[in-house]
């Protein structure tokens, strides 16, 4: 069951006039502004647009289901990445990460993606492209790095919190890899009651990562073997790794 007219109405009217001291410490507050049916190709969603109160950034959650008050909800969290989610760009990950959160959401009685605009960590497209580019020029990843500047993890987390709270969840499961994740959520006030791996089914872009990482071959390895920044913050799982691969791949 979707969100029905009526909880539509509820959300909206509840946050037309809605306004808070915002979350997390750059205090921002988003508000939901619009909600549709949204048919995809993952299965039945709906789309929940938010505005903020600080930066103009539109953020969206693609909800599944009846989550208007529910319990144990899984969420992902996913933060913008146009050149993976769009043009499918084999330098990161970010679009099987992507596709296997919606399919999986999906397929399940209720869940919500949401899709944070968060590109190139928090740094927007053109300082990530740059930082591409600097590692077209032999740049390696720590000075990449650098150039591209660090993810504000407590924002990232404090929009996400709001959204929930703003959507009326009750508690929510994360899906995700890194157990880190949890925590910050949850101190944000989020009712985390467990963690559901994301696993991304094998295919020819992620056979990289059912190898070693030594063999430096694959998509997430540049022409010098160097590695590509992680944009999803969270280590890929691929169906059929093995428990030591898995552990491999650090937090
Ligand atoms: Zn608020
Ligand atoms: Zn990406």
Request: net charge negative; proline share 4%; aromatic share 6%.
């Amino acid at each position: 069951m979707p969100l029905t007219p009526m909880q539509i109405q509820e959300l909206l009217d509840d946050n037309h006039e809605h306004s808070c001291d915002g979350y997390g410490c750059d205090h921002i507050c988003v508000k939901i502004a619009a909600i549709a049916d949204l048919p995809s190709r993952f299965g039945q969603f709906q789309v929940v647009a938010f505005c903020n109160n600080k930066d103009g950034k539109e953020h969206a959650a693609f909800v599944h289901g009846d989550v208007y008050g529910a319990d144990d909800v899984p969420v992902r969290l996913h933060s913008e990445c146009l050149t993976g989610d769009v043009a499918g760009s084999l330098r990161c990950d970010c679009r099987d990460q992507l596709e296997t959160a919606m399919r999986t959401i999906g397929s399940m009685d209720k869940g919500i993606l949401l899709y944070l605009r968060q590109e190139g960590r928090g740094i927007g497209l053109t300082n990530k492209i740059r930082a591409y580019g600097l590692q077209d020029h032999g740049y390696d990843t720590v000075e990449a790095n650098l150039a591209l500047g660090f993810l504000d993890d407590e924002r990232d987390y404090s929009i996400a919190a709001h959204m929930l709270d703003s959507l009326k969840v009750h508690s929510i499961r994360l899906m995700t890899n890194n157990p880190k994740k949890l925590n910050a959520l949850t101190e944000y006030g989020i009712k985390v009651n467990g963690r559901i791996p994301l696993v991304i089914p094998p295919n020819p872009y992620n056979a990289f990562y059912l190898k070693t990482k030594a063999q430096k071959s694959g998509h997430l390895l540049d022409a010098s073997g160097k590695e590509h920044l992680l944009e999803q913050r969270d280590r890929p799982i691929v169906d059929g790794m093995t428990e030591e691969q898995i552990a491999s791949l650090g937090e």
